[in-house]
């Protein structure tokens, strides 16, 4: 399969060269495109350099200003379908997402997954140096999503995820409404409803060492408020 990684960005000049080259170096011959939302610190800078020894396999789609995780993965997706990738995949460019556990979620999709899912909660809570507090706020958003809509999915919020490209070709994304954290609830459920088969593999995540987080209240609010809507949406 042709496979491309989706890392969207906004300040991460700290974390953005060692992933590209961790990723790039992997067995598998995975290619990225990194969406960078106009970040000031220079990340764009850096990944345009890295292009000129890495032209065939590293990529830029630059916005300007901060439109949202979602709207990032969507116009990722876009592009990915445009080129014909056949395997696209979400990930952080912060390292809590391990980029050897692109290969396990490779594996998956190989043998017959449509969805898989980096999950940290399928065997237990497998997360490190977060805060109780937003261990607690991630753990139960994931219970409450699954007691709304019933998918069975442990960790809806994930944003470590692989998806055939059949799948991103069946949603219609112009209707893909969330833009933060609840974008990756949305997606998964929409394809739950359409009848993807969809594994989780568990993971180990890793709180970001350098850089700062995305995450703020507005993002869990959007979530919250924006899960009770997906039962009374139609699919078909």
């Known amino acids: 399969m042709r496979k491309l990684i989706i890392i969207p960005t906004y300040n991460e000049r700290e974390n953005i060269e060692a992933m590209v080259e961790k990723v ?15 970040s000031p610190d220079g990340t764009a800078t850096i990944v345009k350099r890295l292009i000129e020894a890495h032209p065939e396999r590293l990529f830029l789609l630059e916005r300007e200003g901060k439109l949202g995780l979602g709207t990032a993965y969507i116009a990722g997706f876009r592009w990915a379908l445009d080129r014909g990738y056949e395997a696209v995949y979400e990930m952080d460019c912060d390292f809590s997402h391990d980029p050897d556990d692109l290969v396990r979620l490779t594996a998956e999709l190989e043998q017959g997954a449509d969805v898989a899912i980096g999950s940290r909660y399928v065997s237990g809570v497998n997360v490190v140096n977060w805060p109780m507090r937003r261990l607690l706020l991630s753990f139960c958003a994931s219970r409450y999503v699954g007691c ?3 998918m069975p999915v442990r960790d809806a919020t994930a944003g470590f995820v692989a998806y055939r490209a059949e799948v991103l070709r069946t949603i219609d994304l112009s209707r893909v409404r969330m833009k933060g954290y609840g974008f990756q609830i949305e997606m998964k459920y929409t394809a739950w409803k359409l009848g993807f088969n969809i594994k989780e593999v568990s993971i180990i995540f890793r709180d970001r060492t350098l850089g700062t987080s995305k995450m ?5 609010g959007e979530a919250f408020w ?8 139609r699919f078909s």
């Open 24 to 38: 790039l170096s992997l067995v598998g011959d995975y290619s990225i495109l990194i969406v960078d939302d106009g």
């Open 216 to 220: 703020s209240g507005s993002i869990f």
């Open 148 to 150: 709304i809509t019933r």
């Open 226 to 233: 924006g899960v009770l809507g997906l039962r009374f949406r």
